[in-house]
């Protein structure tokens, strides 16, 4: 069955990064575009990025744009998630979230999986 397993989380101060990992198992990861979403305590979920299944076209949210980065390396199926510039605002968990084809998706009802999550803390 397919997995997304997160980690790379933790407390930041601002300004101070983070790398995400998305390690994916039980489907053929290099076929799917992929996403990272996250949500704030007391919040609806909010799409942060995501890029096709080749990595060729990459998507941000306008406010991580400049900050933050997604990659992903198909030969290791994993999904990564670079955060500079770290905001107090960005503090959230942060899923991993495939789509349904190797095509671009930013819709929540458009994934067909998610992760459980890896928490990211903001703060001084």
Request: some cysteine; overall charge neutral.
């Amino acid at each position: 069955q397919v997995q997304l397993v997160e980690s790379g989380g933790g407390v930041a101060q601002p300004g101070g990064s983070l790398r995400l990992s998305c390690v994916a198992s039980g489907f053929t990861f290099r076929s799917y575009g992929m996403s990272w979403v996250r949500q704030a305590p007391g919040k609806g979920r909010e799409w942060v990025s995501g890029l096709y299944s080749d990595g060729s076209e990459k998507y941000y949210a306008d406010f991580v744009k400049g900050r933050f980065t997604i990659s992903r390396d198909n030969a290791k199926s994993t999904l990564y998630l670079q955060m500079n510039d770290l905001k107090p605002e960005d503090t959230a968990r942060y899923y991993c979230a495939k789509g349904p084809s190797g095509s671009f998706y930013y819709l929540d009802p458009d994934f067909d999986s998610w992760g459980q999550g890896t928490q990211v803390t903001v703060s001084s």
